[in-house]
């Protein structure tokens, strides 16, 4: 998001593109290279995946041995899409607040969210009330700026919260084909949400030269699993019989709070079964 140049850069395929937003970016949202092409074959895109830039500028791969070099609609990456629904020309602008102008109480740096750069080792990097702060540059109160792109190497700097803002048109979008809001209700205690259904996963898929790809590991598409918890094999997927928290997000951010206070029913699927769902109180800053 607002990079100067590719959104998500790749030196090899295999990738699955799932639940993306992609926006402010300053040439194409994703580059693939790589020096054989099988590795792009098996790059797929699947769920709702959503771009601020035109389909133009969507996908550009290069790969060596067949001499192709150039820019290709992300649906035509690969033969192993399951079902992804595109979305070009995305209004973000509205996806996060700003940075901050009050005073951080947890960062012992800051002056109503400001500061100047230092090196010294007693400076407050880590420190937020929020875990989705940082510091950056106070180039722009909008984050997609071309001000704040870089690190923050000197002068002023801000404190940005990159959490979803309440107000924003894109949260809870769903997955349903067409992208738009609302997903259905999380509620404490009831059934799961339909898109966290024991059928709504997909397959991850790896390739060798010359070899079909393996189907591997099935996981619900709109679900994380929870880490360290012994009980998964944490690599992030929701797997049956795994503890996850529910996704109602394109991009990173699902939510805050404590997540161990909101369960919901899950409903067995034919592949997906035996999840413990959780769900964060809050979705939005």
Request: glycine share 10%; charged share 15%; aromatic share 14%.
């Amino acid at each position: 998001m607002n990079n100067g140049t590719y959104g998500i850069y790749l030196k090899q395929g295999n990738n699955t593109y799932s639940q993306m937003l992609n926006a402010g970016n300053g040439q194409y949202a994703i580059y693939e290279y790589s020096a054989e092409w099988h590795a792009h074959r098996y790059t797929r895109f699947t769920g709702v995946n959503l771009y601020s830039t035109s389909s133009t500028a969507g996908c550009y791969i290069l790969y060596t041995p067949d001499g192709y070099n150039g820019s290709v609609a992300c649906s035509a990456f690969g033969v192993y899409n399951q079902n992804p629904t595109f979305i070009w020309d995305v209004n973000a602008t509205d996806l996060m607040n700003t940075y901050i102008t009050s005073n951080d109480t947890s960062n012992s740096s800051d002056t109503d969210g400001a500061a100047t750069f230092s090196t010294s080792l007693t400076f407050d990097w880590h420190n937020f009330l929020t875990p989705t702060r940082s510091w950056g540059k106070a180039g722009n109160s909008s984050y997609i700026n071309s001000l704040n792109r870089g690190y923050w190497s000197s002068g002023t700097g801000r404190i940005w919260e990159w959490g979803y803002a309440s107000t924003s048109a894109l949260l809870n979008i769903s997955d349903d084909g067409d992208g738009t809001p609302p997903n259905e209700d999380f509620v404490n205690g009831g059934t799961c949400p339909s898109r966290v259904h024991g059928d709504q996963y997909i397959n991850f898929m790896f390739s060798a030269p010359g070899v079909t790809p393996i189907v591997e590991e099935p996981y619900l598409k709109a679900a994380v699993e929870v880490l360290l918890d012994n009980i998964g094999d944490d690599d992030g997927l929701c797997e049956t019989n795994e503890a996850c928290i529910y996704a109602p997000n394109i991009g990173y951010y699902q939510g805050h709070g404590d997540y161990t206070t909101q369960t919901c029913i899950f409903e067995d699927g034919t592949t997906i079964t035996g999840v413990t769902m959780y769900a964060y109180p809050t979705n939005g800053r």
